[in-house]
Structures are given as C-alpha cells and as structure tokens.
C-alpha cells in the first residue's frame, strides 16, 4: 500500500500516569482507561496523522455527521498477562476483518493493517502496564471509527476519526442468564447491517432489552425478523447449545459473527465434537429441553467470555436448562479458552498475538 510510508505514528508520553490510582482488585467493565490512545484521521482518500497521545477529550462540531447519520462501528477485543508477564492479544486479526467489513455495508474506509494491528500493538507495547496481572482479569480494548465531517447533507461522509482506547477489565461474574425469546422487537433484517458491528445496533435494542428486563430476565434472544421462528443471538453475544454430542450455533447472515463463537467451535470440532452452524428453530430448543436433549446453552463474546443460560422464556413459559455446574462441555471449553489466552497451555490454533 502506497500510504504506508505516511504511515509513521507518532508518540506523545502522557506527563502524568493515573496507573497508580487504579484498585485493580475492584475493576468494574469500562470505567477505566489507560493512559494512552491511538488516533488517526482519514480525509482526502487517504488516512493521515497516525499518533499515540495521553488518553482524553476530543473536540467535534454540532453538526459532525455521526451524531446525526450514525456512521459509527467498533469492535471489542481483550489482551492478557501471562504468568511471566508477556503481554498477548487474542485474535485481533479477525477483529481487523469484522470492522472492515462492517466499514465498507456503512460506506466507511477500510482501516489497514499497519494501523489497526500495528498500532494496536504499539499501544499496548506502551501501556502494557495497564493490562491485570489480576486471576480472570484481562485489558478490554476498544478500537473504533465516526463520520466527522461538518455538515448535514446526507452522503457518507467525507472525513473519519479512528480511536483505540483501552482499559484494564476484572473477571466478569459468570451469573448463569435468565434470557427471554423475543417475538415482537426485531434486531436486524436479511439485507440490512446485523454483521456489522454498529452502534445503531445497540441503540435499537435498548428499548427491547429493558422491558425483558421489567419482566425479571437478564437478556433477550433475537429471533429473525420476518416469523420470529429462529433464534438469532443474545443482546451482545452469540448463542451456542449442546445437542448429544454435538454443538450447534445459530447461522445468518444477520448475526454478528462472534471471535468467541468461532473459537469454540474450532475447539469443538478439534476435540471430535460434532459443530454445526445452521438455523436453529426456537421450538427445535424449547421441545428439546423439554425432552432432555438440549443439555447445555450458553453465550459466548469477548466482554464475558461464556456465560452459562439457566432459564429461557418463551410465550409465557419458563424452559429450565440442568444445572450449569454440570455441564460438561461448556466448563471445559471455558476452562481451555482461558488457559489459552493467560499462556498456560501451548497455543495449537495460533491465536496469541504476543506484544
Ligand atoms: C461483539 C458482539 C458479539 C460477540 O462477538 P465476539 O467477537 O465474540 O466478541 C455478539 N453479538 C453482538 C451483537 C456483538 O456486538
């Protein structure tokens, strides 16, 4: 690429660390941020003034076409201390391929390597003190673009910021999830921007997710928009279940399609699980837990890694899944992730980016 040679990034030392007031014993998911961000600006075709500054405020206009169109994408990613103190980051190429994607169906450039990962790396390179050392505690990483220009005429816009901010995240409390069906509110369309990680996608389902949560559940399960009939994701995570031996996961193109869900079911099939990536009927779930052959549910993302589903409501009724404890495959594949990530056991699929 003929912009790489612009593509210097530039460093500015924060003066002051905020390291030292960081009770990393008492982390709470995002409230934190580390010392340091990476901001790089696009206009004219081509991406500019690549830089790593102290982490803080940003001036925009009143009339910045984000605020008003919502071309705005990000993506969740998490780094790990090991034991020796290496610092690694899990995946992040496929991240880098997801926002691409999701830039281009939102009419945004496409971000290249040499600042997504390069920078990514050299970010954490200089924070790497931010990452816990702390068991089950990780460095969440949230790299993210916006429409900037000036102006409120609707046409993609002619000028983009790309962000990377970072900040240490405790071990998240796997509270097995009382979820609820959804059959009236629909998250994404066939045709429409359901792969892509957006932030109009979250906006639209904090209406839906609060009233589920009246009714005492934690979470939805989308099903598709034109029957309601398959089972689509959870809020922010994918669903997967255990079928005899075998793993299914709902498949569409509506679906964000999850690191986590793709990591596991690459250990699934490594392991001789059977996995299966197809749609999945919300009564093909509810006959098979009443019948005991659903035995294990769960959501599986970056922010929670695997969260074990205890309770599915569907059309008033309540379906109870066996007891998260006991279930084997889930537990084991947890287990194995996160000896992975923290470096404790060889890595055999490649996934750590060590810094
Ligand atoms: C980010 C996200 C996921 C999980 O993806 P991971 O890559 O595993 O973190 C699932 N569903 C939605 C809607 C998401 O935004």
């Given at each position: 690429?003929?912009?790489?040679?612009t593509?210097?990034?530039?460093?500015?030392?924060?003066?002051?660390?905020?390291?030292?007031?960081?009770?990393?014993?008492?982390?709470?998911?995002?409230?934190?941020?580390?010392?340091?961000?990476?901001?790089?600006?696009?206009?004219?075709?081509?991406?500019?003034?690549?830089r790593?500054?102290?982490?803080?405020?940003?001036?925009?206009?009143?009339?910045?076409?984000?605020?008003?169109?919502?071309?705005?994408?990000?993506?969740?990613?998490?780094?790990?201390?090991?034991?020796?103190?290496?610092?690694?980051?899990?995946?992040?190429?496929?991240?880098?391929?997801r926002f691409?994607?999701?830039?281009?169906?939102?009419?945004m450039?496409e971000?290249?390597?040499?600042?997504?990962?390069?920078?990514?790396?050299?970010?954490?390179?200089?924070?790497?003190?931010?990452?816990?050392?702390?068991?089950?505690?990780?460095?969440?990483?949230r790299?993210?673009?916006?429409?900037?220009?000036?102006?409120l005429?609707?046409?993609?816009?002619?000028?983009?910021?790309?962000i990377i901010?970072?900040?240490?995240?405790?071990?998240?409390?796997?509270?097995?999830?009382?979820?609820?069906v959804e059959?009236?509110?629909?998250?994404?369309?066939?045709?429409?921007?359901?792969?892509?990680?957006?932030?109009?996608?979250?906006?639209?389902?904090?209406?839906?997710?609060?009233?589920a949560?009246?009714?005492?559940?934690?979470?939805?399960?989308?099903?598709?928009?034109?029957?309601?009939?398959y089972?689509?994701?959870?809020?922010?995570?994918?669903?997967?279940?255990?079928?005899?031996?075998?793993?299914?996961?709902?498949?569409?193109?509506?679906?964000?399609?999850?690191?986590?869900?793709?990591?596991?079911?690459?250990?699934?099939?490594?392991?001789?699980?059977?996995?299966?990536e197809?749609?999945?009927?919300?009564?093909?779930?509810?006959?098979?837990i009443?019948d005991?052959s659903?035995?294990?549910?769960?959501?599986?993302?970056?922010?929670?890694?695997?969260t074990?589903?205890?309770?599915?409501?569907?059309?008033?009724?309540?379906?109870?899944?066996?007891?998260?404890a006991?279930?084997?495959?889930?537990?084991?594949?947890?287990?194995y992730l996160?000896?992975?990530?923290?470096?404790?056991?060889a890595?055999?699929?490649?996934?750590?980016?060590i810094?």
């Amino acid at each position: 690429m003929s912009e790489a040679a612009t593509l210097q990034i530039q460093v500015e030392h924060t003066q002051q660390s905020r390291l030292s007031q960081v009770d990393f014993n008492n982390l709470k998911f995002g409230q934190i941020l580390s010392d340091h961000m990476l901001v790089a600006e696009y206009a004219n075709g081509q991406w500019e003034d690549v830089r790593i500054v102290p982490y803080g405020d940003i001036s925009i206009s009143p009339s910045m076409s984000a605020l008003h169109y919502g071309q705005a994408i990000f993506e969740g990613i998490k780094a790990y201390k090991f034991v020796d103190g290496t610092v690694s980051i899990f995946r992040p190429d496929k991240n880098h391929e997801r926002f691409n994607k999701s830039a281009a169906r939102l009419e945004m450039p496409e971000v290249p390597q040499e600042i997504f990962i390069d920078g990514l790396r050299k970010l954490i390179g200089l924070d790497h003190s931010w990452v816990p050392a702390t068991p089950g505690a990780s460095l969440y990483i949230r790299p993210f673009m916006f429409a900037t220009e000036a102006a409120l005429g609707v046409h993609p816009s002619n000028s983009y910021k790309f962000i990377i901010i970072t900040g240490p995240v405790g071990s998240y409390y796997n509270k097995p999830l009382r979820v609820k069906v959804e059959t009236h509110f629909t998250r994404a369309a066939d045709g429409g921007v359901g792969f892509s990680k957006n932030a109009g996608n979250y906006a639209l389902s904090l209406h839906p997710t609060k009233l589920a949560q009246q009714e005492g559940f934690d979470q939805l399960i989308w099903t598709d928009a034109k029957e309601h009939t398959y089972v689509e994701e959870a809020g922010t995570a994918n669903l997967l279940f255990r079928v005899g031996d075998t793993i299914i996961t709902p498949s569409a193109d509506t679906i964000l399609h999850g690191v986590t869900r793709r990591s596991i079911i690459e250990i699934a099939r490594h392991w001789g699980y059977q996995a299966e990536e197809r749609k999945v009927s919300v009564k093909e779930l509810v006959d098979g837990i009443k019948d005991g052959s659903v035995t294990e549910a769960f959501a599986a993302g970056t922010a929670a890694t695997l969260t074990p589903i205890s309770e599915i409501g569907y059309k008033g009724q309540l379906y109870t899944l066996p007891d998260p404890a006991k279930r084997e495959f889930s537990n084991k594949v947890l287990q194995y992730l996160n000896d992975l990530r923290y470096g404790r056991i060889a890595d055999e699929f490649g996934w750590n980016f060590i810094v």
